[in-house]
């Protein structure tokens, strides 16, 4: 889930769910299925945040500040620092897309479990990022009880 091979790991934890069967181990593969399911969605949240950013748009990194030029689907034109920016959509700086999707999102409690995903399945895994979103969710009234048990997952490097 680190590279966003989302095949390979549904693969994976398919295999994984078959050994597991009825075991206590089915409520570990389930946790980890559930962090795929929000791993996943986080990347098409992202894709439809990053269609729906305009020209004239500002968004706060923590670093400064960036100004959208130009959004196309095969690049973005922004001004940072000054300077102006032109990438193709796939290298837009990581902490410039955080800073679309979390403007993009609403505030419903289960979109924080999709952040928490993304901050969890980042190499190496920010676990307080992701501990405080499941938190956040959770407080809220979404379930993230099966997403914070991995934080303490063996797995987890």
Not at 35 to 63: C, F, M, P
Not at 86 to 99: E, G, L
Not at 116 to 129: L, S, V, W
Not at 144 to 151: C, D, H, K, T
């Amino acid at each position: 889930m680190t590279t966003n091979d989302f095949a390979a790991a549904e693969e994976v934890l398919q295999a994984a769910e078959a050994k597991a069967g009825r075991s206590p181990a089915a409520e570990r593969v389930a946790a980890w299925q559930e962090l795929l399911h929000y791993a996943r969605g986080y990347q098409d949240l992202q894709t439809q945040a990053l269609d729906d950013v305009s020209s004239g748009n500002e968004y706060d990194i923590a670093s400064g500040k960036v100004g959208i030029i130009e959004s196309t689907p095969e690049r973005l034109s922004y001004i940072y620092r000054g300077t102006t920016q032109r990438v193709v959509r796939d290298k837009i700086p990581q902490q410039i897309v955080d800073a679309i999707l979390t403007d993009w999102l609403d505030e419903r409690p289960a979109n924080r479990l999709y952040v928490g995903a993304h901050h969890f399945t980042q190499q190496p895994p920010d676990r307080e990022a992701a501990r405080e979103a499941w938190n956040e969710a959770a407080a809220g009234g979404a379930d993230a009880s099966g997403l914070l048990s991995l934080l303490d997952d063996p797995a987890v490097r």
